[in-house]
């Protein structure tokens, strides 16, 4: 069974920077598609940022040029580096991993921005 958890979550204000990460059970290469999501009270949970096999990457409008994701091999973990974060921001985020057509999900870290 596959395994994800992430860390990095935290309470900052707005301007500020996060890096969350997320520990993967199994090698990132078995994964033919990887992102972040979250999900704010009274709202559905939404693709934050997502990257391929390859390495091609894509955001959603509200995050683009303050998000980066990012697969590291080497310790095997999925990377969100949020810079000047806003506080339509908060929400939890949640690490998925796609291998062919089953999804996994961690269980998310709580990100809160103050004003």
């Known amino acids: 069974q596959v395994q994800l958890a992430e860390s990095g979550g935290g309470l900052v204000q707005a301007g500020r920077s996060l890096r969350l990460s997320c520990a993967v059970s199994?090698?990132?290469?078995?994964?033919?598609?990887m992102g972040w999501y979250r999900q704010a009270p009274g709202r559905q949970r939404e693709l934050v940022a997502s990257?391929?096999?390859?390495?091609?990457?894509n955001y959603e409008d509200s995050v683009e040029g303050r998000f980066t994701i990012s697969k590291d091999f080497v310790e095997n973990t999925l990377n969100l580096e949020m810079n000047d974060l806003r506080p339509e921001d908060t929400a939890v985020y949640y690490c998925n991993a796609r291998q062919v057509f089953t999804d996994y999900w961690g269980q998310g870290t709580q990100v809160t921005v103050s004003s």
């Open positions: 199994e090698y990132l290469i078995k994964f033919n598609l």
């Open positions: 990257i391929d096999a390859v390495g091609a990457t």
